[in-house]
């Protein structure tokens, strides 16, 4: 299975941007990169995922390096509600397998 | 469009009962995937089903443990002879296709407690 790696912990100030990096090295060409992230005492959500170019929807952007091994979540202004487990997953085939994710901690 | 509908949301069996989780996907959603999550862990996949079909089983324990999604109704995930060990969160999530291109949607989860 294609792993990725991420920080354990990240902390942010509120109303900063904040960028959750994950490296994916074994990353195949078929695989699609997924965020999500898990509020506390919640299922998870997703965020946003990309193949090879840079992505951009209402609650984040993904920025993929050219050779795919490794891709950043950007959220461009933190909030309190931000605070969450991001999750950095590599789609192949069927299933979508969670690692341990980034706790984020949003600071006011 | 109500989102993915897990219930019951808290339940607890004493050792060796049956507990039998249900998740009703999104309306138009043929696919359904079961994780669970220990306490301060990350989720484990369990298993994908495609209505009827059971596609990848691999994260499933092989014994006290099954998975259905039938023509009609929610997919069920189903527990035999609990023991403490299987108190955790369970949390399902469908998707309109298979999970490549496409986003997730994941219901609030059902915690067991095996008391």
């Known amino acids: 299975d294609a792993k990725t790696t991420q920080p354990n912990s990240m902390e942010s100030n509120e109303e900063e941007p904040v960028h959750l990096p994950c490296n994916h090295s074994t990353i195949s060409g078929t695989d699609y990169i997924h965020w999500y992230r898990q509020l506390p005492s919640q299922g998870p959500e997703y965020v946003i995922h990309?193949?090879?170019s840079n992505v951009n929807n209402r609650m984040a952007s993904l920025a993929i390096a050219e050779d795919r091994k490794s891709s950043t979540l950007i959220l461009h202004r933190a909030t309190l509600r931000d605070a969450a487990v991001y999750y950095c997953?590599?789609?192949?085939?069927?299933?979508?397998?969670f690692g341990a994710g980034t706790r984020l901690t949003v600071k006011p | 469009n109500a989102g993915v509908m897990q219930n019951p949301r808290h339940l607890v069996r004493r050792r060796g009962q049956e507990a039998r989780l249900r998740c009703s996907p999104m309306k138009g959603h043929s696919h359904v995937y079961w994780y669970r999550q220990l306490p301060e862990e990350g989720l484990k996949f369990m298993v994908y089903?495609?209505?009827?079909?059971?596609?990848?089983e691999s994260g499933m324990p092989k014994e006290r443990f099954s998975a259905e999604f039938p023509k009609e109704g929610p997919s069920i995930l189903r527990i035999q002879q609990v023991v403490r060990g299987d108190s955790a969160a369970y949390f399902c999530?469908?998707?309109?296709?298979?999970?490549?291109?496409?986003?997730?949607?994941f219901g609030q989860g059902t915690r067991l407690t095996v008391v």
């Open positions: 089903l495609q209505k009827e079909n059971i596609i990848d």
């Open positions: 999530a469908s998707s309109a296709f298979r999970g490549l291109n496409t986003e997730a949607f």
């Open positions: 997953i590599l789609t192949r085939s069927n299933d979508m397998r």
């Open positions: 990309g193949l090879t």
